[in-house]
């Protein structure tokens, strides 16, 4: 049965992606609204081509309306950033559910993101492809011991020199196709830290049974360890495409050449363990897991000041990872248990970072 659908973002590489997955006909879905950022002539060509409403996420009323006036079954929250917490909750408050693309909802919003979500009797779908990977393989099994979440490595995996590196550099990620800010976060594996800290939430899993391993070809996309001692992963090729149509389909559609299959000829997969000391900001993230409270949210903003200071030239590359480890030092062990809370710590933390520049 096909399901409607509304995409936010719709203009990014996740809204882009899921988007020529609709013109192929690999996702069954009726469209019924489009959300974009800052290309409006970007986004008003998709509306027409789709022939359905578009609108910039230019305020919280705005999207607000937009979204009670064009439900869907199911919403895509591809936004970038903790701007994306609103917007889940906005889609959630709609009676939708939540295909998620926006890892920093979960970062952010924590225990009180699935709170809401049960509260309205919503469900919230993870979109990465670790996380997406980790959902599908755990359905059925009770006796998972622990998760194990690849990494590509970045481009500066074995790279001597790191305080040199420029922004263009560090957004050139080797593998996946995606924007400047996560590419810059998958070179110092800040994105990797994100998503363990999403996993733990997302699987109920504390920090000590969430492994990651590097990855380079990014094939096998994550596995689950079983009490008995037997892995199962999920491959294929490093392709968006499965996980959004996956998530979004939720099991209502049968998922037929989504991607191209996997060819074993020539195929070799490697996995090495990642340093501790090139890689403190993935090393900070476990930390985080571990005390949660408001941890995890100043975590997110303090690295989203560090990068764009990074990106605008203000500060080195290896300052990034300063600037988020001086910020986690202040106390962050309040409980924020409502949006409001949690946008008073992001801004707190905001500030504290800003002023470490």
Same mark, same amino acid.
């Given at each position: 049965?096909?399901?409607?659908?509304?995409?936010?973002?719709?203009?990014?590489?996740?809204?882009?992606?899921?988007?020529?997955?609709?013109?192929?006909?690999k996702?069954?879905?009726?469209?019924?609204?489009?959300?974009?950022?800052?290309?409006?002539?970007?986004?008003?060509?998709?509306?027409?081509?789709?022939?359905?409403?578009?609108?910039?996420?230019?305020?919280?009323?705005?999207?607000k309306?937009?979204l $009670?006036?064009?439900?869907?079954?199911?919403?895509?929250?591809?936004i970038?950033?903790?701007?994306?917490? +609103?917007?889940?909750?906005?889609?959630?408050?709609?009676?939708?559910?939540?295909?998620?693309?926006?890892?920093?909802s979960?970062?952010?919003?924590?225990?009180?993101?699935?709170? $809401?979500?049960?509260?309205?009797?919503?469900?919230?779908?993870?979109?990465?492809?670790?996380?997406?990977?980790?959902y599908?393989?755990?359905?059925?099994?009770?006796?998972?011991?622990?998760l194990?979440?690849?990494?590509?490595?970045?481009?500066?995996?074995?790279?001597?020199?790191?305080?040199?590196?420029?922004?263009?550099?560090a957004a050139?990620?080797?593998?996946?196709? /995606?924007?400047?800010?996560?590419?810059?976060?998958?070179?110092t594996?800040?994105?990797?830290?994100? +998503?363990?800290?999403?996993?733990?939430?997302l699987?109920?899993m504390?920090? $000590?049974?969430? +492994?990651?391993?590097?990855?380079?070809?990014?094939?096998?996309?994550? /596995?689950?360890? /079983?009490?008995?001692?037997?892995?199962?992963?999920?491959?294929?090729?490093?392709?968006?495409?499965?996980?959004?149509?996956?998530?979004?389909?939720?099991g209502?559609q049968?998922?037929?050449?989504?991607?191209?299959?996997?060819?074993?000829?020539?195929?070799?997969?490697?996995? $090495?363990?990642?340093?501790?000391?090139?890689?403190?900001?993935?090393?900070?993230?476990?930390?985080?897991?571990?005390?949660?409270?408001?941890?995890?949210?100043?975590?997110?903003?303090?690295?989203?000041?560090?990068?764009?200071?990074?990106?605008?030239?203000?500060?080195?590359?290896?300052?990034?990872?300063?600037?988020?480890?001086?910020?986690?030092?202040?106390?962050?062990?309040?409980?924020?248990?409502?949006?409001?809370?949690? /946008?008073?710590?992001?801004?707190?933390?905001?500030?504290?970072?800003?002023?470490?520049?």
């Amino acid at each position: 049965m096909s399901r409607s659908l509304l995409i936010l973002g719709a203009t990014g590489s996740i809204g882009t992606t899921a988007l020529n997955a609709v013109r192929e006909g690999k996702l069954n879905v009726s469209l019924t609204g489009l959300v974009g950022g800052h290309d409006a002539s970007s986004l008003s060509r998709l509306g027409q081509e789709f022939g359905c409403p578009c609108t910039l996420n230019s305020s919280s009323e705005v999207l607000k309306a937009f979204l $009670e006036a064009n439900r869907a079954d199911i919403a895509l929250n591809a936004i970038a950033g903790a701007a994306g917490l +609103e917007a889940s909750l906005l889609c959630l408050q709609a009676g939708m559910d939540l295909a998620l693309a926006n890892k920093e909802s979960i970062v952010m919003g924590g225990d009180f993101l699935f709170s $809401e979500a049960e509260r309205l009797g919503r469900r919230i779908i993870p979109v990465d492809s670790e996380h997406s990977a980790i959902y599908h393989l755990i359905q059925g099994h009770s006796e998972v011991d622990s998760l194990v979440i690849t990494a590509s490595g970045g481009p500066f995996l074995h790279r001597e020199d790191l305080a040199s590196v420029t922004a263009d550099e560090a957004a050139a990620h080797p593998t996946w196709k /995606m924007g400047r800010k996560i590419s810059i976060d998958s070179s110092t594996l800040a994105n990797k830290g994100l +998503e363990v800290i999403e996993a733990g939430f997302l699987f109920n899993m504390p920090a $000590e049974r969430i +492994e990651v391993t590097i990855h380079r070809q990014s094939v096998v996309h994550s /596995m689950i360890r /079983m009490r008995d001692g037997s892995v199962y992963a999920q491959l294929s090729p490093p392709d968006m495409t499965l996980p959004i149509v996956a998530a979004v389909a939720d099991g209502r559609q049968a998922l037929v050449d989504v991607v191209r299959p996997l060819s074993f000829k020539g195929l070799t997969l490697t996995f $090495e363990d990642w340093d501790r000391e090139r890689f403190p900001l993935l090393q900070l993230a476990y930390e985080v897991l571990g005390k949660k409270a408001g941890y995890p949210i100043a975590y997110n903003a303090a690295d989203e000041v560090a990068v764009q200071a990074f990106v605008d030239g203000q500060i080195g590359y290896l300052d990034i990872a300063r600037v988020v480890g001086s910020t986690l030092d202040a106390d962050w062990s309040a409980v924020a248990d409502s949006y409001e809370a949690i /946008m008073e710590v992001d801004g707190a933390a905001r500030r504290l970072a800003s002023s470490l520049l």
